[in-house]
């Protein structure tokens, strides 16, 4: 069995440093299984958030070796032998302890996303074509691992401006709604700030439900605003057709 | 608010994220300068039956002191400048925001503004350099078209292959947008009301997946185009008459 050192966040609000422990390896083991070895074994005040260990709570995002990962996904396996391996708290967010951070702003952006908004005599039916680009969204675990690379949100902090990816996909999801009638693009553009992502994809790269957020959510989105603000062809065309 | 030591550094992360836009900012500054080498330099871009993509469509003005090229080049440059695709890759490499994922960006914290704000805001009219495109390329077809024809009579030289494997690539760029993608179905909510359309959409929905691969393939090879225009034209190489 071999050994693997991992050099843990340590701290709160206030600040923190690095402390490492080492932590035999076993088969399968993945890094949450590291740091519960390190909750038995040394520290058991050692805060993580977890729920499933299934990858599929989002609960457990964390920074493994400078990358957001979920620490329930990333198997020890994967590291070189002898590697040191830092885990610390996603960055974006303000630390609460360790390796717990306090996300909860992202669930007062999602209060602000308009709700789906059917017509008043809507048919219900939908054919699987329409709710299929949907569908892709609703993978999202709320990981918040896409929020945390943002650069806009986690280097940047415009926290004020710019609602995030996993708030983009929200919005295209409802906008793209086969029953929905509601429009969002002044709420995308001026609420959520569309226009601040310049879709340079690190969403994309760590999500681990495999959402195409950028290609499939927030460029769509950018087009149809596009669509409202900025092509004057379009605007002419729905003149014409009376829209 | 930061959390620990984490902030303080470029970046934890170990890998090499910096060998992607190092190589990317490498290519595109050399496609960049020799574009703009062979663009101002108004000579060697026909060679009977091969005209330069540079160079067309074929513009033999007296009232225009300056290479034709500059009156063409606008509509692919713009049409690649704002490609959804580019623009990460020039972030990336040429303005640092962000480099990598989790890597940190150039600028002041608070400031940033994106694609909200002049002169980001201009990638809006994306599609507008789209359809200039479109032109092009029509041109591009009929160049390609005109390759086989030689002073004696039908036939096939490698130049032919090369114009004609050029404008496919630039086709498969071109259509494979974003922009485009958006226009042909994506503009959507209700996909089961227009079967045509949805198609038509799923279509270039799975090329626009690997847009970057059309977006390389389709840049290097219209340099190397010209390149062979080039050499056969001021002599260096011969065209091998294959048929
Ligand atoms: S693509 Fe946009 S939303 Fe996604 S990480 Fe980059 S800037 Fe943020
Ligand atoms: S979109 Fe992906 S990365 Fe973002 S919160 Fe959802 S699952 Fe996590
Ligand atoms: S513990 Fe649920 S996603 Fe990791
Ligand atoms: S050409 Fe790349 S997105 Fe339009």
Not at chain 1, 42 to 70: F, H, M, Q, V
Not at chain 1, 158 to 174: L, Q, S, T, Y
Not at chain 2, 75 to 88: E, I, S
Not at chain 2, 117 to 136: G, K
Request: hydrophobic share 40%.
């Amino acid at each position: 069995m071999s050994v693997a050192k991992l050099r843990v966040f340590r701290g709160d609000s206030q600040g923190g440093e690095e402390k490492e422990y080492e932590v035999p390896v076993d088969e399968g083991m993945v890094v949450l299984d590291a740091l519960f070895y390190i909750q038995a074994n040394y520290d058991g005040d050692l805060a993580i958030r977890w729920n499933c260990k299934a990858a599929k709570c989002g609960s457990c995002s964390t920074e493994i070796n400078g990358k957001p990962r979920l620490a329930c996904k990333t198997r020890m396996d994967s590291f070189e032998e002898g590697e040191t391996v830092t885990v610390y708290p996603i960055k974006a967010f303000p630390v609460i302890k360790d390796l717990v951070t306090d996300v909860s702003w992202n669930y007062e952006v999602s209060k602000k996303i308009p709700p789906f908004t059917p017509a008043e005599d809507t048919e219900w039916i939908m054919y699987q074509e329409d709710v299929e680009r949907g569908q892709e969204f609703r993978k999202c675990i709320e990981c918040f691992m896409c929020q945390n690379v943002c650069h806009i949100l986690r280097d940047h902090n415009r926290k004020d401006a710019f609602a995030g990816p996993r708030f983009m996909i929200k919005i295209a999801e409802r906008e793209m709604h086969p029953l929905d009638v509601l429009d969002r693009r002044e709420f995308a553009r001026e609420e959520a700030g569309v226009g601040f992502c310049n879709i340079t994809k690190c969403c994309t790269e760590v999500c681990p439900e495999d959402i195409h957020i950028t290609d499939n959510g927030i460029i769509p989105l950018k087009e149809r605003v596009v669509d409202k603000y900025y092509d004057p062809l379009s605007w002419l065309l729905r003149k014409i057709k009376g829209k | 608010m930061a959390n620990g030591t984490a902030s303080k550094a470029l970046t934890m992360r170990k890998d090499m994220w910096w060998v992607e836009p190092l190589i990317t900012g490498v290519v595109l500054g050399a496609f960049g300068i020799y574009s703009t080498w062979r663009a101002l330099s108004n000579q060697f871009y026909y060679t009977e039956p091969y005209l330069s993509p540079f160079y067309s469509p074929l513009l033999l003005l007296d009232w225009w002191p300056l290479s034709p090229a500059i009156l063409i080049l606008w509509a692919p440059l713009g049409f690649r400048a704002t490609c959804y695709y580019y623009r990460k890759a020039y972030y990336r490499a040429y303005f640092f925001s962000p480099p990598g994922c989790a890597v940190k960006p150039v600028g002041k914290r608070g400031s940033y503004t994106g694609e909200s704000s002049f002169p980001f805001i201009l990638q809006n009219i994306h599609r507008f350099f789209l359809y200039a495109s479109i032109v092009i390329l029509l041109f591009l077809w009929i160049d390609s078209y005109e390759a086989f024809f030689f002073h004696d009579g039908m036939g096939v030289g490698v130049g032919t292959i090369v114009l004609t494997a050029n404008a496919f690539l630039l086709t498969m760029y071109s259509f494979s947008c974003h922009s485009f993608r958006h226009l042909m179905g994506g503009n959507l909510d209700v996909f089961s009301k227009c079967p045509t359309r949805f198609r038509l959409w799923g279509a270039i929905s799975v090329q626009n997946e690997v847009h970057m691969k059309w977006a390389w393939t389709s840049l290097v090879f219209v340099a190397l185009t010209d390149l062979y225009v080039f050499l056969v034209a001021n002599g260096t190489i011969t065209d091998l008459r294959l048929i």
